[in-house]
């Protein structure tokens, strides 16, 4: 994992296929019709190299580390080399981004592979971003570059490991190609996993243009794949699409409740980018919260605020009826739509409130926890406190070893003094060690910060990659100490506040 720069993999033909003993493929997405995709390849980049990789994603995969090693796999995961077995392809979806319908985007700049059979025998699609232009590129030039290519890299990786569903993470690999944003910057490609790349917006695509009977097929084909339960729902019966969108509604409910707990804004929550399996897709200009803001805006391209962090439920459920309004000419009727987006206001409350009270070391919620919970957000968000190292300090006071008490993170002592005395009444019942234990599990030690994310960068726009592999294996395991590692969870430095990230990637 420590590789420093591979020797360049000079004149590899990408046109003719390399055996791939590592990867069983298999091609469902490219094999649902032509309507849905483009098939096209990867455009190759200069003399690749190797930035990151995570052994957690290949393993998965089941891939062989020695190949995972190899040229064969840099070139290939760049999308200089195809790979036997794959059939690349682009697909074409539509969206709504910051509220206005945008119509056609589709992949401009990710090409899926095609699926590869897990370890576990379940598919993955393997998805190229940045890998070159599609016919869905607009102005784009289908590159990604190197800065947003480690955040997506590492927060994919960072967010599986605080258990919140996500895209994942094989490996990100540059090219001293040149790409121009606001300045010229070099380019990478980031190879994503994930059981499907499929977004709301697809439905949306088929159900606003496209040929009769493509929307069903795409919805059959999600139901059959990921959601098959929806075939014999309890409460929809014979129609499976209701039970879809309950379904998504349910996901997308747990998915936001684990995004408000943790403190992470997604940023850009258009609906192009609101995954169908309720996975966290597209990292983009993200951010894990360092002071508790609750109108936190992590996008600088967001000049409204309709991504504010405590915005954020509102919006999946606003995507949610979009979503709603795509299925409609296969539920039937709006009723119906609407009886399947019911779930996600108490499933997205009820999820929140058995996460908050996890975060207090309660795994039973009583009358009054709503309060308590309630009480603490408003004295972080008055006195800006930052989010994860408070509920982390609380952990370890309740264990009783606080290094640092959580005190000293306020300004108004008597404000938390008194909610301490009701906290502290709370769990006074409560076996001590084991509410430590507990809550030392759910409230991290470790976050991609922005300002730890843009060390990284730095660093390996120096080629110095070693940042990048250190953050990866903390973030894989962020609940536990590495104790030689403090440095990485400490309070942001002053500058980290000035660091904007726009939508520009
Ligand atoms: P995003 O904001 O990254 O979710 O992208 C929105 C749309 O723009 C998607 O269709 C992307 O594929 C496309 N896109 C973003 N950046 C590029 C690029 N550099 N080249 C081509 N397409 C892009
Ligand atoms: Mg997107």
Redesign the pocket.
Known sequence: MDSPLSPSLAGVDASAPAASPALRWSNSFADLGAVFSTPLSPTELPDPYWVGRSQQVADMLGIDPLWMGSEQALAALTGNLRLEGSRPLASV?SGH?FGQWAGQ??????ILLGEIETADGTPSELQLK?AG??P?????????VLRSSIREFLCSEAMHGLGIATTRALSVTGSDARVRREEVETAAVVARVAPSFLRFGHFEHFSYGGPAGALGQLADYCIDRHYPQCRSSARFGANPYAALLEAVSARTAELLAQWQATGFCHG?M?T??MSILGLTI?Y?PFQFLDAFIPGHICNHSDSQGRYAFNRQPNIAQWNLFCLGQALLPLIGDQDTALAALECYQPAFAAALQRRMAAKLGLAHTHDGDRELIEDILALLAQDRVDYSIFWRRLSHQVGGQPQHTVRELFVDHSALDAWMTRYHQRIAPLPAAAVARAMLGVNPKFLLRNYLGEQAIRQAQRKDYSLVTTLLRVLEAPFDEHPQHEALADLPPQWASGIEIS?S?
């Open positions: 979806y981004q985007l589709g992949d401009g700049r990710a940045g232009p599609t869905y590129s607009r102005m784009g030039d289908g590159r990604a850009v258009n192009d980018n597209d983009g939508c990637s």
